[in-house]
């Protein structure tokens, strides 16, 4: 299953549905649309169904730098955390 993303905007900040895998091969586009829609964007993970290290240190970057979250998995925030552990 490949990536797909949805824009759609509440009024005041643009949201990007994420489904399917963030995978490494994926970040490049990602991190295009994040460009186009700065500053207000919010990331909704609700169908993301697989991460790989390179998505978990990548969505960690987008949060460090006041991306919203939504619906991200506890998986996905525990991992996000042991890789924030090792930066150290």
Do not use: K, N, Q, T
């Given at each position: 299953m490949m990536l797909r993303i949805e824009e759609r905007s509440d009024g005041q900040r643009t949201i990007l549905r994420l489904s399917g895998r963030i995978q490494s091969e994926h970040l490049e586009e990602l991190t295009a649309h994040i460009g186009r829609n700065r500053p207000a964007i919010v990331l909704d993970l609700e169908d993301v169904t697989l991460v790989d290290v390179?998505?978990?240190?990548?969505?960690?970057?987008?949060?460090?730098?006041?991306?919203?979250?939504?619906?991200?998995?506890?998986?996905?925030?525990?991992?996000?955390?042991?890789?924030?552990?090792?930066?150290?």
């Open positions: 390179a998505a978990v240190r990548f969505l960690s970057v987008c949060e460090a730098e006041g991306i919203d979250l939504l619906h991200c998995a506890p998986y996905i925030r525990e991992w996000m955390g042991r890789e924030r552990g090792r930066g150290e």
